[in-house]
Each structure stands twice: as C-alpha cells, then as structure tokens.
C-alpha cells in the first residue's frame, strides 16, 4: 500500500467509527451494472464484488439492469433510497449521456461519488474476414465503400459510439451505426459477420481476440496497450492525435452520508492495495484504480464537458 492510500484509509477512520455504531453494512449491498452480462461492466463488477464485500463484511451481490447506454441502470440507482445499499458501477458513458439525452432523468453530478476504479484501452476489432489488416487499408475499403460497412456499439450515445464518431471525423470515412443492448451480443454479430467492426473496452473484447474470433486492427489510446504491445495505436496508423480511453467509477445516489462513502471507498483502496487483485484486474485490460471521492467527483464533471463538445461536434442526440 502507497502513502497516498494510507492517507485515505486513515482520513476514514473517524467515519469507521461512526459506522461501527450505526451497524452499517447490516444488510446486502446491491452493485447495479448498467449493461447486459458479458460486458465489460459486467466482468469488472464482478471481479469487484468479491473484496468489497472481504472489505465491508457483507455480500456484495452485481445486479444488472442494461439499456439505453448504461443510462437505465444510472438512472435507477439516482432515484434510490440514499442508505449506502444501493451503488452503481458508473462509466465514461454516464458522463457522455448528460450531453446525449435529452431527457435524462438524473446528472451523474449530482450522485454521490464513492471511488475511481481506472481506466480502460478500447481495441478497435473486426469480423476476421473483413478485407483489411491495418488501419490504412480500413480506411480506403471504407472511402471506396462508404455505404457498405457498419460498426456496433453497446447503444447509442456510448463511448464506442462517440469514438467512432470521432474515428469517422479523423479520416473521412462512413460507416452506419448499429446499436446493441450491451458489448455481448455486439461482439456474437461482429463474429457471426453480421457487423463488421467495434471500438469495444479491452476487458470484454481480449478473449475474443486471443482466441482469434476477431481480428484486432488497432488500439485506442496514445500509447500502445500492454495487454495487445503488437498493435499500433491508431494515431500513429494515420489518425493524428486520436487518443480515448474510457474510465469507471462506483456512485451512490445523491446525499448518501458521508460515513456510508467513506466506509465504500475504503473498500475499493483495500481492493486495490490487493497485489493479487491488481494483477487479475489489470489481465483484464484495466488499469488500477482507487483514490479519494473527491477526485472521481472532479473527474466525473471534467468529462461531462469534454464529452458534450464531441457530441455536439457529432451532432449525436439518443432519444
């Protein structure tokens, strides 16, 4: 465990305290993965359960509840009583959702933030017969073809579908939008060649890619990926300055008690002070998390900004 952690872990105890004497946790804590099983929230949530609940001393049971791009999910958990037994594990997409639908139900920033959980490199794959190895040649079989190539995503207004967006901008290329409820059934039609590619979350798409179901043209971020060290990004295949990664974090509805946050966050530090666990989570695909709910809040409204100027660049409205 670093020093920064420590800290954390001993700026909680006065909320430990107060804690042992209200009984919380005194029941099971429900962890709402707002997308399909299968999915990258999906794996993540469950791979979190475990040490929550070693940390909490209570089950930690992942609920899922997808559709609408993880907004469903998020928007049950905003409305939920604020007694630390209801939690999300949020994304990048519910930040992208403020600026997306119109008529959300809920602002991610007015939830209450609990813990960062790290962030994620996307693959950009595709149907393993599609006619290009390289994001050069994707580009040309797109430019030739401009009505022929479509691209899946886990539902409109997501990360997937905003990268796309932004890897159609970067190279002047089209291809047509088809979304899914989840990254699951995303990937069963890219397979199947029902759809031809996906920019999807490394921990969902690696064991497809290992097994050589899809075939991986590039990654997301700026650096080249630890989990794929062969694959080039795609600003340096052509795209200059592309760069995106998606992140997680856990929330609780809005004015939970500080105590229930602290007792919360305290477990996801422990998580992550784990070797063990780190070194499952970053197999994965993921980077480690953990930190301060401070933090994960300045996050959380940082990129609801950045993400509102992509959308509205793209002109992408779900609803």
Not at 282 to 310: I, K
Request: glycine residues 10%.
């Amino acid at each position: 465990m670093d020093r920064r952690q420590l800290l954390l872990l001993a700026a909680a105890a006065p909320f430990g305290r107060a804690l042992a004497a209200s009984g919380y946790p005194a029941q099971t804590i429900r962890l709402v993965a707002p997308y399909a099983p299968g999915g990258t929230v999906d794996i993540l949530s469950r791979q979190l359960a475990e040490p929550m609940r070693a940390g909490l001393g209570q089950s930690v049971i992942v609920e899922n509840r997808g559709g609408a791009g993880g907004t469903l999910g998020a928007d049950a958990v905003a409305k939920a009583r604020p007694d630390g037994y209801t939690i999300l594990f949020g994304a990048v997409h519910h930040a992208i959702a403020q600026s997306v639908y119109p008529r959300l139900g809920y602002d991610i920033r007015d939830m209450t933030a609990v813990g960062f959980l790290g962030r994620v490199n996307h693959a950009l794959i595709v149907n393993k017969d599609l006619p290009a190895s390289n994001v050069a040649e994707l580009v040309a079989l797109l430019k030739a073809n401009p009505e022929k190539y479509s691209y899946a995503t886990p539902g409109a207004g997501t990360m997937q579908h905003l990268m796309a967006e932004y890897f159609k901008s970067a190279t002047g290329t089209q291809m047509m939008h088809v979304p899914y409820r989840g990254s699951a059934p995303a990937i069963v039609d890219i397979i199947a060649g029902n759809v031809h590619m996906m920019f999807e979350t490394m921990p969902s798409a690696i064991q497809h890619i290992r097994a050589g179901s899809v075939r991986t043209i590039a990654v997301t971020s700026s650096q080249r990926s630890p989990s794929l060290p062969d694959v080039p990004t795609i600003a340096e295949s052509g795209a200059r300055n592309y760069d995106a990664t998606s992140w997680y974090g856990i929330y609780a509805p809005p004015k939970t008690p500080e105590a229930m946050v602290a007792a919360l966050n305290k477990a996801i530090n422990q998580a992550f002070s784990n070797p063990a666990f780190v070194t499952r989570w970053v197999e994965l695909g993921a980077d480690a998390g953990g930190g301060s709910p401070a933090e994960l809040a300045q996050l959380t409204r940082t990129e609801v900004e950045r993400w509102a100027q992509v959308a509205s660049g793209a002109n992408i409205k779900v609803g």
